[in-house]
């Protein structure tokens, strides 16, 4: 079981920055790949980025690429989200995910915790 908790949402400015965590509880952290999510009022759910145990491998949704960056602290088990030049089309409310199997990591239903949520909003 691992229960997770998303913070450093906030209101921003169009091209600045935000810095995302997602804290998690339990032994077992270092045994989930990591990804994060976003949905948008009126949207489903998308990809944002994912990572893998150790944190060697990344990758990207296209619209995110080169603008944001997932890292991990297996020590702290904590997943971040860095996020620079963010554009109004980036607000949402970004979730974390642990999914143990990496199978198909840009599908939502392929993860197997969640947390709560933390709301983003960029302004024009």
């Known amino acids: 079981q691992v229960q997770l908790v998303e913070s450093g949402g906030g209101l921003v400015q169009a091209g600045g920055s935000l810095r995302l965590h997602c804290a998690a509880s339990?032994?077992?952290?270092?045994?989930?790949?990591m990804g994060w999510f976003r949905q948008a009022p009126g949207k489903e759910r998308e990809f944002v980025a994912h990572i893998s145990w150790s944190g060697a491998s990344t990758f990207y949704a296209a619209s995110v690429k080169g603008r944001f960056t997932i890292s991990r602290d297996n020590a702290k088990n904590t997943v971040y989200l860095q996020m620079n030049s963010l554009k109004p089309e980036d607000t949402g409310v970004y979730y974390c995910?642990?999914?143990?199997?990496?199978?198909?990591?840009?599908?939502?239903?392929?993860?197997?915790?969640w947390g709560q949520g933390t709301q983003v909003t960029v302004s024009s």
């Open positions: 339990g032994r077992t952290f270092s045994s989930y790949t």
């Open positions: 995910a642990a999914d143990r199997a990496f199978i198909s990591p840009r599908v939502a239903s392929d993860y197997d915790y």
